[in-house]
């Protein structure tokens, strides 16, 4: 036996400070929930879960981001439902005013309403936002800019890839253009000169004794309703608008009021703008050999297959009128971009273009005659049917996002299973882990105890 070094004591705390470090880090798993708790715990599983802890609060905000996006769809075709709604009241009116039993009064009534209905209509357009972003001006539209003065950008299609888009402008469209004798001094209508002059159909009557201001007068506001503005001085009839489906035609209903007015003049059209693309080296541009190219009054209009759509307009009042090449480069700006997943470059645009009355190309709408009327039928068919078309892609998108969503849900579902299994506690193998080191604790108290007691039996060798 030995003094001076009690090595079974030794051994007996070793194994107990072993323990009470077992028990230790027991109680930390089981207080804490996770049994990695620190990097010395297991230094690669630590690493691993919080990589997957950061996907996992990436997931989280991914799902948010998109329901957001949904919100955001959901506030423009709310939008939108209205418009439909005005637009098929405007279409109402044009029927309406189609049929030619009704009034001049009549028709001013219904194109009294066309006009607070086209100034609503922009009025959305101007107004829906969501969290201060303009849903419906354009500002959601892709955007591009032209290296030609005289030529603006009207509409640049969601999927047209970014890039340089060529084109060719040789002539600017023209206004319908005429002129009619324009009364001045004390010029009275006689008994014989009373009768009607027709301005595109809308009648006009010149009654006896009306002074030559009062007839200029009533030309004036005559052409005024139908687009077409009437200088009293000269008497020069020009369209307000440009284009080949302009025209202006005159026609009185006496010889003796049309030898007054000379208004025994044939009809005069405007002309469409003309246009091409531009080749370089025998190939287009930027766009496809497949694409078409459309000129209406100064507006060009570029489409090809898969909705893809580029649309211009030709300044009249520019100096050179748009006339010679123009580059139009494409930006990839424009469209919102929602991040909807967890990493970069998971993005979606959400691209939604102006839905003004001019845009839609309803804004000099007039429902005075029926051939007007007509007219307005149709270019109000064709803003519903790109009202449909934008509503459609909104829809498009929100589908998209649902089940982004349901995506992501259940991503974050598996990716927390899994850093669940990492890092949490098994609460039941963790409390029976500590019963035992908590026993062995206790018996290794014991055995220190035992061994300390061991050395006073070398007190019965002194006695002896």
Same mark, same amino acid.
């Given at each position: ?27 930390? &798993? ?28 990436g ?36 029927v ?11 028709? =001013? ?6 006009k ?41 299609g ?61 030309? &004036? ?11 009293t ?30 208004? =025994? ?14 080749l ?74 102006k ?52 995506n ?21 193998e ?33 006695? &002896?």
């Amino acid at each position: 036996m030995r003094l001076n070094h009690n090595a079974l004591a030794y051994t007996a705390n070793n194994n107990l400070n072993t323990i009470n470090n077992n028990l230790t880090k027991s109680m930390q &798993r089981l207080s804490s929930g996770y049994k990695i708790n620190k990097s010395s715990d297991d230094p690669a599983a630590k690493a691993i879960s919080q990589r997957m802890e950061a996907q996992l609060r990436g997931l989280a905000k991914a799902t948010d981001n998109s329901n957001d996006g949904i919100s955001l769809i959901q506030t423009a075709e709310g939008a939108l439902d209205e418009v439909h709604t005005i637009l098929a009241r405007i279409r109402e009116l044009a029927v309406r005013g189609a049929n030619e039993v009704y009034a001049e009064e009549d028709k =001013d009534a219904m194109q009294d309403e066309i006009k607070q209905l086209q100034e609503e209509l922009d009025r959305i357009s101007e107004t829906t936002e969501f969290n201060g972003r303009k849903l419906l001006n354009g500002e959601l539209n892709k955007k591009g800019y032209v290296d030609t003065e005289g030529l603006s950008i009207v509409e640049i299609g969601g999927d047209i890839e970014p890039g340089e888009y060529g084109v060719k402008v040789t002539k600017a469209g023209t206004q319908a253009q005429t002129s009619i004798t324009a009364l001045s001094g004390g010029t009275v209508i006689t008994k014989e000169q009373e009768g009607s002059i027709t301005i595109n159909g809308l009648e006009v009557w010149i009654m006896e004794g009306d002074t030559a201001d009062e007839v200029n007068e009533k030309i &004036r506001n005559a052409a005024a309703k139908i687009g077409i503005d009437y200088n009293t001085s000269t008497g020069e009839l020009v369209s307000q608008q440009y284009g080949k489906n302009q025209s202006i035609t005159v026609k009185a209903g006496s010889d003796e009021l049309k030898a007054l007015l000379g208004t =025994d003049q044939p009809t005069v059209y405007g002309t469409n703008a003309e246009a091409e693309f531009i080749l370089d080296n025998g190939k287009r541009v930027g766009f496809a050999d497949t694409a078409t190219l459309d000129t209406e009054g100064n507006r060009i209009t570029v489409t090809d297959k898969n909705g893809f759509k580029m649309v211009y307009d030709v300044e009249p009042d520019s100096p050179t009128a748009g006339i010679g090449e123009a580059t139009v480069t494409v930006l990839s700006a424009g469209p919102m971009v929602l991040q909807i997943g967890n990493n970069e470059g998971q993005t979606l645009n959400i691209n939604i273009s102006k839905t003004t009355a001019e845009s839609l190309e309803i804004d000099h709408i007039n429902v005075y005659t029926s051939e007007y009327a007509s007219e307005a039928i149709e270019r109000i068919d064709n803003a519903v049917a790109k009202i449909s078309g934008i509503r459609s892609a909104l829809g498009a998108y929100q589908n998209r996002l649902d089940h982004t969503v349901n995506n992501l849900e259940t991503a974050d579902e598996n990716l927390t299973s899994a850093v669940s299994r990492i890092r949490d506690t098994d609460m039941a193998e963790e409390i029976t882990e500590y019963t035992q080191q908590n026993v062995l604790s206790q018996s290794a108290l014991q055995m220190l105890v035992k061994s300390n007691a061991r050395p006073e039996g070398l007190l019965q060798l002194f006695q &002896r």
